[in-house]
């Protein structure tokens, strides 16, 4: 019978002929089979019939439970694909919050601690409101940012002001996305999709989403999206007859492009940002080079929509040699980020140690030892550690030689002034172009408050008292502590005007400047002379250049009233009268008798308002002993009334004394004709406390593509890739917390 069923729906034809052909033979046997026959198509159809009712009510429950996931799952893609958006926009900021939708249920929310800062991330979530996270500030573990400054709260999360590039900056309007946004967290399904004309469906599909969560830190994390998709017959839309909660979970990650990336940033806590007495940043003449590609980060919180317009003018920048941000370029970007690590030092080879050096003409003693090393090292890093270095007067030059298997760690105890013809010269392994050598091989570091042969000097009070004045050049805050070290390049040219200073300085405590002196001379180094000298941003004095180490060690100078005397401080405003408008030339003593009586310590001073110069007395104290002689640590100016404390000169530093020599001849000065290139070079990457651009010339920096590459690549830490973040969700895990049928 079977086979025969089987054969009826395979050869229905050859069946009937058959019956036909042989009916008399079989007459007796057909009516049986023929009943036999219609009770089996009978059955075969009622079980098909069966199967069909079936399946249709299963694929209508599984369609459902599909429409209602797949409405979910859609959600999840348009959350995440509105927050990633262009990198030229800040919505991804908005990864960073934790929200709370108006028909959430408590569970699905974030709940704060009791008393928690809503100010303060995470923050005390709204229902049905994206939080604007540039009013939020990240918890300040250890008061490194607010450093005991009253009424702050941490650094911001998100920026108050757009890049300030080629067009002014302007302020981001938080308000109106973050109302935009709010429309997800309302009680209204979103629709998932959209019609095509034509086309018929019974069901349309949406989504609600009812909370996001982030955990994690400013680096990385993920976020957590709880949405609900419907679907509900299209003629009763707010009848939902299928539902699927979702929760996915996104992981966050930071990511900076080469157009984000810090080529060089200032401030390290919240004073450094304050224009009342100073301020972390200016730029001057400052103009972009290269590939004209990065940022300048500037880390200050913004706390006023209307101060985006204003930062500009305030720190002197000259909006078209910044990178173009009108074209994504980069630009400044005001914002206090985290800032990456220390640099480590791992290496147990290649140590080198080396005291205060003085590179001049007359004496290279040194100054070449960390080019002329990479023979003794030739593929080992190099750690060299130096107190202080002065390179000071034509043909003054500190060599510096690395390749990528022999690179230079320099970590610096003291401040380094470069100025008056002198250069540091950085070269790659091969080459004699000074900046050839790539800026990830000189790591440049500062060791704050300080130390060098002499007794220590300063002290932690003294981290906040440099700043950059509002007119360019260096200024102190109070002048009521002695400040911390200072890098301050004053030339980066040699024999060729393409020459740069390269490297990768790391000084997130340490003040960089590229103010020179304008004075029509400067003093030229001698053997067993005294020489003036710029440390710690002030004037100060080393007795010899070629001595012992504490010869070579820098004495501050203090006024009649006994304060310091900052370098090149343009601004109306002195914290003492007594130096206005002075700037300190030289210093010498006493080497034969002028023929009166003067003071045996004198400082050349020359009078930038009345182009006047003149001798000054200075008393000199000696509270340290080696070998059993005295060492002077300190000079101190005299008022100009007291006897044998001032000379007038005139308008020329080489006015006769009354037995016919010069009064500076006595006193073991001499002085060049200030002749140094008023451009400057640069190929570095600099991360300071302050950075203090001047108006003299142009500081030519390079911003390059690569630079962020090859710094990552030298460290083999993704944390050097500092610079303005963009947050990018990633990868997504999904699972189901709810679902409901009707």
Known sequence: MKKFFIRLFKKKSSIKFKYYFNKDKELGFVLPQILILSIGIALGITGLIAVSINRLSTNRVALLESQSRNSAESGVATVQSLLNNSK?????????????????????CYTPLKGSNPNIWPGIPVKGYFPDLSNMYWTDTGGLWCNGRKNCLGRQIAPKCTYLGSVNSGSIPWFSYSSGLTNLLDRNKDKVGFDVKGTKSNYQQSFSLKATDFVGSEASGSTALVIEGFSQPINSPNTNISSNKLRADISITKIVTPQAFGVISA?????????????????????????????????????????????????????NHLPDNAKGSGGIWMQPISFPPKPSF???????????????????????????????????????????????????????????????????????????????????????????GDPENLTIMFEQPGQNSLPSIGTLQGKSELACSSNGGITLRENKEIPFNTFIVSNTTGKRTSDKFSAFVYGPKTTFSTTKSLAPYYQKPVTGMRNIVISRGVYGFIDNPDGPKHDRSP????????????????????????????????????????????????????DKKNRFYS???????????????????????????VNGGYVPLGNTPFTLAPNGQSWISYYGIELEKNEQKVDKNFKSIVWMKNVCFDDSGFINWDFDLDLSTKLVERFGNIDFNYGVPYYRGQSVRVWDTLRNFD
């Open 88 to 108: 030229s926009g800040v919505l991804y900021y908005y990864w960073l919050a934790k929200t709370c939708s108006l028909d959430a249920q408590n569970s699905d």
């Open 267 to 319: 401030g390290e806590n919240e004073a450094d940002g304050d224009f009342n007495l100073g301020q972390s940043l200016y730029m001057g003449n400052f103009r972009v080079s290269g590939d004209k590609v990065g940022s300048i980060i500037w880390r200050k919180n913004i706390y006023f929509n209307s101060d985006c317009a204003k930062i500009g003018s305030k720190i002197g920048a000259i909006r």
């Open 346 to 436: 791992k290496s147990n080879k290649g140590i080198i140690n080396l005291d205060s050096i003085v590179c001049h003409k007359k004496n290279q003693s040194n100054c070449e030892i960390l080019s002329s090393s990479i023979n003794t090292f030739p593929s080992t890093e190099r750690i060299v550690t130096i107190d202080d270095l002065f390179v000071y007067g034509k043909d003054g030059v500190f060599e510096i030689t690395t390749s990528n298997q022999s690179r230079i760690k320099l970590l610096v105890r003291g401040s380094i002034h470069v100025a008056n013809k002198g250069h540091i010269c950085h070269k790659k392994k091969g080459s004699t172009q000074c900046g050839s």
């Open 555 to 606: 004495r501050l100078i203090k006024s009649p009233n006994g304060k310091l005397i900052p370098f090149q401080n343009k601004t109306s405003r002195y914290w003492d009268s007594y130096m206005n408008n002075l700037e300190i030339i030289a210093t010498g003593r006493k080497i034969s008798n002028p023929g009166s009586t003067h003071y045996d310590n004198v400082a050349l001073v020359w």
């Open 615 to 641: 001798l000054r007395g200075m008393n000199i104290t000696s509270n340290f002993q080696s070998g059993g002689n005295n060492i002077s640590t300190e000079g101190q100016l005299v008022p100009i009334n």
